[in-house]
Every structure is written in structure tokens, then in C-alpha cells.
């Protein structure tokens, strides 16, 4: 409530045209970043996270068509002609891919392609652009920057070069930034270098940041809202606290309960969830997670026939859930 | 079971015993240059117990698959000596290793990519009947599949029919075909979605009750680890740094490795404040790791001793728990319980 | 860069390991033939003694072994063949002596590159130029018009016989358009003009086939390319589409093209032989064909190994450039 949403997303639908039909990986999304926040995405393989990032970017390839508001800034970015959007990529919204090798170009330096998004936005000369380029390698905690500057992306190493493509997205002071699982392919030690290096950016820069992430650990320290995605839509939304004490859909809960944690002796059994997630589209009717739920007898038909809908649940933020179930599930034996 | 097994098990129950090992692999290098090697595993002793499950972490390289695979008899160690059920295999090959290959069988990461996606299940799990010679039922088949949740109508379906969950188990029943003693998964659910890793977690515990199966488990998520280990060795650079029994390992870590590992681990307690001991620098190359203690170049603890000769796992506490550091840390009395004990 | 030094001492040893290799194999297949060069040599009434006298004067009356000793050492030092008055010098580096053509094979093929060269580079420089233009364009028009002509030409290039395509357009646009010359050499320093314009119809013909392979090649990679993920960096970046397939996409096929491209150009190099046939160029493709037929040993052997040479040269070429264009390439 203190700061105006830079980022908004509202009713957000991708449907791809295949040669098998449409698959609708984006059935209306909505959700919204302050500056200096960080709203955690999660959710299943395929729930379709990482198209609903390309869709905000406008890099969805051509057989994509996208429906529903993104604003940034309050300004509308679908429809934009190709040219208008991007100047806003790279330099009022960045990117931050999970595999740092494959993002970075092997036939350039690092210092030449951190300079490159810097020039892209900037009139700048190549020289000044490359003093840039070292200044934010040097701030995102690369050694001798500008010594290594220089260097390919395969002579780093896989910290090193998330840190690099961290400040090839920082470098324009963006106003948002997305990262789509940036530690998932990095060791725990590196990863908590990684996330650490984020905190501080924010904490500096009042950077806005969609975190795509699988690993709930890592959302629980350092998202402030968490959206958590089924089969291409919202099954649940609220505030990390919200999703972690008062958990309204079962999803959500079964998530919690299937991630074996590393702080506490372990249980007998952890909780699971049967069954694996659907392909987008092929629940045509009622709750796309009923296959898979252990409280759809409670409610009967409705699950089956009648799409839930997100309604308010109680908690601090915007906690919403889309499950018929009324109250809280309990916790599962 | 058949006799072959029951009459190699040792009184010990040794199932399987790595002394000394280690494993150098040659660089391609030119006659002229210095010849180099990745010392992936720079001498260890590991052992495997009858009915226990042996989580083994740490860092990616640090050589727990081509432990695995030495453990398999799938590679050749350079040095050391490689026991199963109390034979020393080292120097078979071949035909030789058979019986030995079926007491050990290996469980991969990739369900998709271990599987030949032009086979049918039913072609799949036969073939390891076959290296041995035996023309399976279909009943025996029947059996393997309801082993790990599924059943005779997916004999029929050919891999890219199934969800990952789903492939990893039919890579496990293919594995449990020749009733083997012990099964080395190698990160067999870092591929899987959470929900789906839970699935195939539980299942590894139940295969356990049933069949008294004991477990390698690889894995880099120690959280995984904890789930199903009874005892946990963690490595660094080709090296054992820490070994014990890991509820011991996991609430005590006596080695400054084991103990930043841990705490780096994030836990899903919003705002929980952690201690955590962020490691600089990164992992140094296997090709030419540090003289005397292998992590000293990022060890918060390190003094001059530490350069000079590797530190060997020493008892910390007494009994079992071992770690190879000068200065291990002190026992942790669970002074600090975790925040989350309350939601238990 | 004493990697790199080292590399080239290692593959120049392995060039010439492999030429003495490939010298000795065309030796030995030569003299296996029944054909006798001294026959052809020694002229109308050959009687036994003559023939011998021919036999003694091309040294071929010594063993395989001797000959080829004394070709590797005229190398060196150069050879004289016969003694006295008669005799025929052949300076080092001495390749052999065509007694038939009666000029050292060395002279030969010095005279003959040019013309092979002219109408190889030209090709070349054509075919490149149209093959990969066409292949990037295929590629990001994928699935258009423009994409589905070019790969249909690729397919009528890649299937069509070169030596029909040659002797088709030496009929419509030599005889019944009479619009440019159908064979003969204009060497470049006496008239550029006419140099080109004698070369216009074998570039063309010898490109036009080659391009397609080049489009093949270079929109199945481009396609390949444009779907990396640090292409899609790129965008993201901000890059316009055309910064986006110029300077990162077309950058990760140079290393391909460059490789096919100096691998083809070589052995062109090396003798452009259907070509040169059917445009009745006295290049060195035709010096090889006519040595084969007349049994000229010290021809075949002499531009086989300098064909050899080049494509062995071309392959080294490549390497370098790989080591330039590929920053993950190190020669160790
Ligand atoms: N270009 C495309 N054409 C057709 N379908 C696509 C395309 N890209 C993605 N999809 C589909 O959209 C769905 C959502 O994919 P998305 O990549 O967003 O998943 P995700 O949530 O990011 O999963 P992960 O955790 O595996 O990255 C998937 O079912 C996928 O198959
Ligand atoms: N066949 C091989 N040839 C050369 N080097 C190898 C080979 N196999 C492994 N290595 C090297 O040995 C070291 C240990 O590799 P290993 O695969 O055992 O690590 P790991 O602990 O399983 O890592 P990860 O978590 O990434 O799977 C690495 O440096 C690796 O590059
Ligand atoms: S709506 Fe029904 S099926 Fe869907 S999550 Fe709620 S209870 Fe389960
Ligand atoms: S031996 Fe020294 S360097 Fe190694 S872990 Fe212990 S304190 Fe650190
Ligand atoms: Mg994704
Ligand atoms: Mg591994």
C-alpha cells in the first residue's frame, strides 16, 4: 500500500496457435510489483511462469497471442509497436535467465556485451560505455573487473556468470527487474551469493523484482508477495507470510507439505501430492486442480463443473485463493 | 533370492567398501605439455552398510557422481581397492562383474534421457533379466511396476507417455529387475517438480521397508538428503570432508564446509533470521586443488597449518562422527531450535 | 601464443608427413599400371633399344623405391635428366618432368594456377556472397514465400549435374544469345575487362551450383542460432531485430561457413576440372586430365600433390580461423 505498483499485470491470457490447436499456457494472471519489492511466482513445470515473464517483455515468439493489461508505469505495453517496447526492454524492465552460459553471446566479451545493453539505451561512445559496463561488473562482485572484462562468457564460472548477466540487467537502472529461476542451475553456497547480491541491488537501487522460482526456500526469504500458479492460472496469492501460516488452497498446502526441509529432523513420510499437473487446456471445465485434490469430496460436484474463482481470504495483504472450499483446509494427516 | 548373494554377504554386512580410491582423468594434452589430470576423486574410503541409506553431498564437481560410478564398477579406479559383499572387485572385468553388477544397480538423474525412447516398458524391463539370462514372466514384470506404483497397463507405453515422476519410477523398477542389495541413485529427483519429488522420496522409503534395500544417494539439495539418509558424507573437491550419522551431521556440522553448506540452504520460514555464512570465491579446480586442506582457499577458519598437509576424518564428539578439519567446530547443543519446530 | 606456435610446428610436420604419404601412394599406384610412359616417349619405329635408351634417359629403369628417392631429392636440389648435350635440367624445387610437354611439372602448374585461381576465387567470392544472403533471408522468412523459393532453388542446384548446367548455358547464352565468349583465358594483367568478361559464364555456372549448398547450409544453421537463448538476451536487451540477426545471430554461423567454405575453396583451388572442361580452360584440372590420359606419371603425381597441398593448406586456414572467429577454441 505504501508505494503504487510499478509493474501491473491484469487478466493476462497467452494462447500459442499449434499444430495441435491452441494451448492456452496463460489463462488470466493478474498481479502487481511496488519498487523495492519482490513478488515470488511459483508453481509446477509448464504452469506457464516463464511465458507470462516473455509475455510481459513482449518476447513471445509470433504464434503466441496475448490478451489482458500490462502496465508499467501505468502505460499500457501490449499492443505496443515492436519498436516503442523496445526501448523499454533492457532499460525500464530486464531480464535474468536461469542459464547463464546459454544467455550470454560465446563469441563476445562480457565487458562488450554488458556495454552493449548500456549503448543500446544510451548515447554514449563505446568507451564510455565500457567504463559503465566495468563499474557494474566491478558492483556485482566480479574480481579485477576490468581486467576481466575482457573474458568470455566460458571462462567464468557459473556464479560468475549469473553475476554477469545480473549486471547486463542492471546496467540501465531498470525499474523492474524479472528473474526467471536465476539460481536454479547454481550450488546452494553460490546461490545464497546470488540472492544476497539481489537484496543488496534492491535495497539500493529500489529495483522491483518478479522472482520465478520452484524452490520455496528461497521465496519464503526473500519474496514479499508470492503468486502461486496452476496450469496456467492463479490458484493462490497473498503475502509470503500468508502463503506459508495460512495456506487456503490445496495446492498450496500440498507444495508445503511435499518440500522436505533442511532445518528439522525429518518426518515419517512427506505429504504428496498425486498425480502430476495437467497440460494447459485439457481441463475444460471446474477446478484444474481436482484431479489431483484430496479435499474436492468435500465440496462434490461444484469442483468438477464450476471454475473457482480467486475470493479474499483472511490474511494481511490481497490473500486470495480460487478453491471452492470455504474455510481453511486443515493441515493433511 | 539365490544363493550366490546370501553366501558373499560378509558377517560385517559390508555391502559395499571403497578403500584408498581415487580417479584421475587424463586431459586430452599434447606430448609436449605437462601432462594434466582432474583428480574427481583424490582417495577415498566410503562405506556402505546392509539396510542403511548414505546421502552423499556437496558442490557440483566435487566428484560424487564418479563416486557413484566407481561404486558401480561402471568406472576403473585409478588407485584404491573396491569391495562388494567383501570381494575385492577392483581388477574384474567383464563377465566376471556380473553377479557383482546385480547386487549394485545405478539410478540416473535424467529419467528421460536414460530411458531409449523406442523401447516399451515392458522391452525396458526385461533387458536387465536378460544381461542375466533369464527370460522374465509377465508376471514377473507385473510385479516389478506395482513395486513403484504402477501397473500392468503402462507394460505397453513407451517413455514420452509418461510424466517425469513418472519415467523416474519406471528407471527404478528397471533398476530393482535383478533384486539388487543396494541401489546408487545419482541425483534421482533434482529433474522433478516438488510435488512429484515427494512422491518418488516416499517411494524410495517404502522400497526400503519392503525389500530392505539399502541406498547411495547422490544429491546436491540437502534437504532431499535429510528426508532419507541415515548417514551422510559430504564432499568437497575429490575428498570426504564429513561423515556420520546425519542427524548428528545435519543438527551438529563439526567441518566449516558442511557447516556454511547448511547454512546457505534457504528454509521456507518467512522471516527467519539464519546465520549464514556466506562462502567467497569459488570451488578451485580439481585439476590443481590447494595444497593441504582442500577448502582452506574459502574455509572462514583457515591458518597457516591448514596449508601444509591434508587433514585426515578424525572422530568429532566420539563415535562415528568423522570430519577432516584442524579445527573443527564445537558441537551444537540445540541451544537455537528452528523457528519451525512450532509448526510442526 | 607459443600454444599457438607450437600448433603450427605440429600440423606443418603432419602436412609434410602426409604429402610424403600421399607421394608415395600415386608412386606406387603409377607404376603398377601397365601403361608404359617410356613407350609414349620413345617415338615412331620404338625399337627395344631405343625404348631402353628412353627408359635409362627418364630414369625409369630404376627401381620404384630409386625413383621416388630421386623425385624427393630434385625437391630439394633439383634434377637433370640424361647426360651431356641432351640433357633436360629441371630446377628445385622440382616436381618431376613432363617429357610429353617437355617442361618441368613445376613450370607447368605455376602456369596453369592462374587460370584456375581466377575462375575458382571468382566463383567463390559469388557464391558466398549469394548463398549466404539467400540462406539468412530463408531463414528469418521462414515458412514464406521468399524462404520456400530459395530452398527450392537450393534443390534444383544441389541436383542438377554441373557439366549439363555448364554446356546449357554455353548454348543459350554463348550460341543463340551470343551474348558473352564461351571459352578462352585473358590473362588479368593484359586486360582486366576481358579477364572478367571470358571468366563471366564458368563463375556463374560453377556459383550458381554452389550457392545452393550455401543456402542450405546457412539457413539450417541460422534457424538453429536464432532459437539460442543468447539471442533471446539480445532482445531483451532492447536490440532492434536487425542488430539481432546481424550481430548475433549471423556471428555464431560464421564459424560453419568459414570451415565449409575454405574446405571447398581448397580443393577448387586444386583444379576446377568439369568446369574448366567444358569452358575449355587450360587451368590445372585440365593439366591433371590430360596427364592421366597420356600416362604423364610426373604431371599426376605433380598436381595431385599440390592439390593436396592446397587442401591441406585450406584445412590449417580453417583452424586459425576457428582460433579467431571462436573464443572457446584454443589450439593446445
Ligand atoms: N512456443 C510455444 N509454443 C507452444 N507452447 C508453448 C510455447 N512455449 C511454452 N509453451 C507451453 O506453455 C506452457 C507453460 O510454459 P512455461 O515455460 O511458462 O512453464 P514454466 O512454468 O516456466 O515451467 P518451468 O518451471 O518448467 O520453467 C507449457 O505447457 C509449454 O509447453
Ligand atoms: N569423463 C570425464 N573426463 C574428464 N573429467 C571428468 C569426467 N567425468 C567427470 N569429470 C570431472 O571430474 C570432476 C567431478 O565430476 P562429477 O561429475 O563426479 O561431479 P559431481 O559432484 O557429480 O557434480 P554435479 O553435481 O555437477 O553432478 C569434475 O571436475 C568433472 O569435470
Ligand atoms: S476447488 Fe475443489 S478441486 Fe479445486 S482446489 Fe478447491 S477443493 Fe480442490
Ligand atoms: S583444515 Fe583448516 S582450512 Fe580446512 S576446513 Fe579446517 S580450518 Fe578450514
Ligand atoms: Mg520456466
Ligand atoms: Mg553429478
Known amino acids: ?333 | 533370492m539365490t544363493e550366490a548373494s546370501s553366501k558373499s554377504a560378509t558377517p560385517k554386512d559390508e555391502l559395499l567398501r571403497l578403500d584408498g580410491v581415487k580417479k584421475y582423468f587424463g586431459l586430452g594434452t599434447a606430448p609436449w605439455q605437462r601432462s594434466q589430470s582432474v583428480k574427481a576423486v583424490d582417495g577415498i574410503d566410503f562405506v556402505v552398510r546392509r539396510g542403511e541409506t548414505v546421502g552423499l553431498v556437496g558442490e557440483s564437481g566435487s566428484g560424487k557422481s564418479t563416486l557413484a560410478r566407481l561404486s558401480t564398477r561402471l568406472l576403473d579406479p585409478t588407485a584404491g581397492k573396491v569391495s562388494i559383499g567383501g570381494q575385492d572387485v577392483t581388477k574384474w572385468r567383464g563377465r566376471r562383474l556380473r553377479p557383482v553388477r546385480r547386487k549394485i544397480q545405478m539410478v540416473f538423474q535424467d529419467p528421460q534421457a536414460s530411458l531409449n525412447p523406442r523401447q516399451s516398458v515392458g522391452t525396458i524391463l526385461t533387458t536387465p533379466f536378460r544381461a542375466q539370462g533369464i527370460r522374465p514372466t509377465r508376471a514377473q514384470l507385473v510385479e516389478l511396476l506395482s513395486q513403484v506404483g504402477l501397473s500392468e497397463e503402462h507394460l505397453e507405453r513407451y517413455p514420452h507417455e509418461f510424466s517425469g515422476g513418472q519415467r523416474q519410477r519406471i528407471g527404478i523398477a528397471r533398476a530393482l529387475a535383478v533384486k539388487p542389495d543396494l541401489l546408487v541413485c545419482d541425483e534421482p529427483v533434482s529433474a522433478l517438480d516438488v510435488s512429484v519429488q515427494a512422491q518418488v522420496l516416499n517411494l524410495l522409503a517404502d522400497l526400503k521397508d519392503e525389500l530392505g534395500l539399502s541406498y547411495v544417494l547422490v544429491a546436491h539439495d540437502l534437504a532431499v538428503v535429510r528426508q532419507v539418509a541415515d548417514r551422510l558424507a559430504v564432499m568437497y573437491l575429490g575428498t570426504i570432508v564429513e561423515e556420520g550419522p546425519a542427524a548428528e551431521v545435519y543438527s551438529s556440522p563439526a567441518h566449516p564446509y558442511t557447516r556454511a553448506l547448511l547454512s546457505a540452504v534457504p528454509v521456507p520460514e518467512p522471516g527467519a533470521v539464519r546465520d549464514r555464512i556466506v562462502l567467497t570465491g569459488d570451488v578451485p579446480t580439481p585439476i590443481d586443488p590447494p595444497s593441504g586442506c582442500p577448502f582452506r582457499t574459502r574455509c572462514y577458519k583457515a591458518e597457516d597449518v591448514c596449508a601444509t598437509t591434508r587433514p585426515v576424518l578424525e572422530p568429532v564428539a566420539g563415535g562415528d562422527h568423522r570430519a577432516a578439519c584442524y579445527f573443527p567446530e564445537a558441537p551444537l547443543e540445540l541451544s537455537n531450535p528452528p523457528l519451525s519446530e512450532r509448526t510442526q | 601464443m607459443p600454444d599457438l606456435v607450437w600448433f603450427l610446428i605440429r600440423r606443418l610436420f603432419a602436412t609434410v608427413l602426409v604429402l610424403l604419404a600421399l607421394s608415395l601412394a600415386v608412386y606406387l599406384i603409377f607404376y603398377a599400371l601397365p601403361a608404359d610412359p617410356a613407350r609414349l616417349g620413345c617415338g615412331k619405329p620404338c625399337t627395344p633399344d631405343r625404348l631402353e635408351q628412353a627408359r635409362h634417359f627418364m630414369q625409369l629403369d630404376q627401381s620404384t623405391i630409386q625413383q621416388y628417392l630421386a623425385f624427393l631429392r630434385g625437391i630439394v636440389v633439383g634434377r637433370t635428366y640424361g647426360e651431356g648435350g641432351a640433357a633436360v635440367h629441371c630446377d628445385a624445387p622440382c616436381f618431376g618432368y613432363s617429357f610429353p610437354l617437355a617442361r618441368p611439372v613445376t613450370t607447368l602448374i605455376l602456369d596453369r594456377l592462374p587460370i584456375t585461381a581466377s575462375i575458382a576465387l571468382g566463383a567463390a567470392v559469388i557464391w558466398l556472397i549469394v548463398g549466404v544472403s539467400l540462406g539468412v533471408g530463408a531463414a528469418l522468412k521462414r515458412g514464406k514465400l521468399f524462404d520456400k523459393l530459395a530452398v527450392g532453388l537450393a534443390l534444383i542446384g544441389v541436383a542438377s549435374p554441373s557439366f549439363l548446367v555448364g554446356l546449357l548455358a554455353i548454348l543459350v547464352f554463348g550460341f543463340w544469345l551470343n551474348m558473352v565468349p564461351v571459352n578462352g583465358y585473358v590473362p588479368f594483367t593484359e586486360s582486366p575487362v576481358d579477364w572478367a568478361w571470358h571468366l563471366i559464364m564458368p563463375w556463374l555456372v560453377l556459383a550458381a551450383l554452389s550457392s545452393a549448398s550455401y543456402i542450405r547450409l546457412t539457413r539450417a544453421q541460422m534457424l538453429e542460432e536464432m532459437n539460442l537463448d543468447h539471442v533471446t538476451t539480445a532482445r531483451a536487451k532492447g536490440a532492434g531485430e536487425r542488430r539481432v540477426v546481424l550481430v548475433h545471430g549471423l556471428r555464431g554461423v560464421l564459424v560453419p561457413i568459414v570451415t565449409i567454405f575454405g574446405l571447398d575453396l581448397g580443393s577448387l583451388l586444386g583444379g576446377a576440372i568439369l568446369t574448366e572442361k567444358v569452358f575449355s580452360m587450360q587451368g590445372l584440372g585440365e593439366l591433371l586430365i590430360s596427364g592421366v590420359s597420356q600416362v604423364d606419371v610426373a604431371v599426376v603425381v605433380g598436381v595431385t600433390l599440390f592439390s593436396a597441398f592446397l587442401v591441406i593448406i585450406a584445412n590449417l586456414v580453417v583452424d586459425l580461423l576457428h582460433g579467431v572467429l571462436d573464443p572457446r577454441v584454443t589450439h593446445g
Not at chain 1, 563476445?108 to 567504463?131: C, F, I, M, N, P
Not at chain 1, 545480473?166 to 547454481?186: R, S, Y
Not at chain 1, 537501487?205 to 503468486?227: C, K, M, P, R
Open chain 1, 1 to 333: 500500500m505504501a508505494d503504487r505498483p510499478v509493474l501491473e499485470v491484469h487478466d493476462l491470457h497467452v494462447t500459442f496457435r499449434t499444430e495441435g490447436g491452441l494451448v492456452p499456457a496463460v489463462a488470466g494472471i493478474d498481479f502487481a510489483v511496488a519498487p523495492g519489492k519482490t513478488l515470488a511466482i511459483v508453481g509446477e513445470s509448464g504452469s506457464g511462469k516463464s511465458v507470462s515473464s516473455a509475455a510481459v517483455m513482449g518476447l513471445l515468439p509470433s504464434n503466441a497471442d496475448v490478451k489482458g493489461e500490462v502496465l508499467l508505469d501505468g502505460r499500457e505495453l501490449v499492443g505496443l509497436p515492436n519498436d516503442e517496447l523496445r526501448k523499454i526492454r533492457g532499460n525500464d524492465i530486464a531480464l535474468v535467465f536461469q542459464d547463464a552460459l546459454s544467455a550470454l553471446n560465446p563469441y563476445y566479451s562480457v565487458g562488450w556485451q554488458v556495454a552493449e545493453a548500456y549503448r543500446l539505451h544510451h548515447d554514449v561512445s563505446k568507451k564510455e560505455a565500457l567504463e559503465r559496463a566495468v563499474r557494474m561488473l566491478d558492483l556485482v562482485g566480479i574480481p579485477a573487473a576490468k581486467a576481466r572484462a575482457k573474458d568470455y562468457p566460458h571462462e567464468f564460472s557459473g556464479g560468475m556468470r549469473q553475476r554477469v548477466v545480473i549486471a547486463m540487467a542492471l546496467v540501465n537502472d531498470p525499474k523492474v527487474l524479472i528473474a526467471d529461476e536465476p539460481t536454479t542451475a547454481l550450488d546452494v553456497t553460490v546461490q545464497a551469493q546470488i540472492m544476497r547480491l539481489l537484496e543488496d541491488v534492491q535495497t539500493e537501487f529500489g529495483t522491483a523484482l518478479v522472482l520465478i522460482s520452484h524452490d520455496l526456500g528461497v521465496v519464503a526469504e526473500v519474496a514479499d508477495d508470492v503468486l502461486v500458479m496452476y496450469a496456467g492460472r492463479a490458484a493462490e496469492h497473498g503475502s509470503v507470510k500468508d502463503l506459508f501460516y495460512r495456506a487456503a488452497h490445496p495446492y498450496s498446502l500440498g507444495l508445503l507439505g511435499a518440500m522436505p526441509r533442511v532445518d528439522v529432523p525429518p518426518r515419517h513420510r512427506l505429504t504428496t501430492i498425486p498425480g502430476s499437473p495437467p497440460s494447459p487446456g485439457s481441463v475444460k471445465t471446474g477446478c484444474p486442480f481436482q484431479p489431483r485434490c484430496a479435499y474436492t469430496e468435500r465440496v462434490g460436484e461444484r469442483c468438477i463443473t464450476e471454475r473457482p474463482e480467486l475470493t479474499p481470504r483472511p490474511g494481511e495483504g490481497n490473500h486470495e485463493a480460487a478453491c471452492h472450499l470455504g474455510r481453511r483446509p486443515e493441515v493433511a494427516p
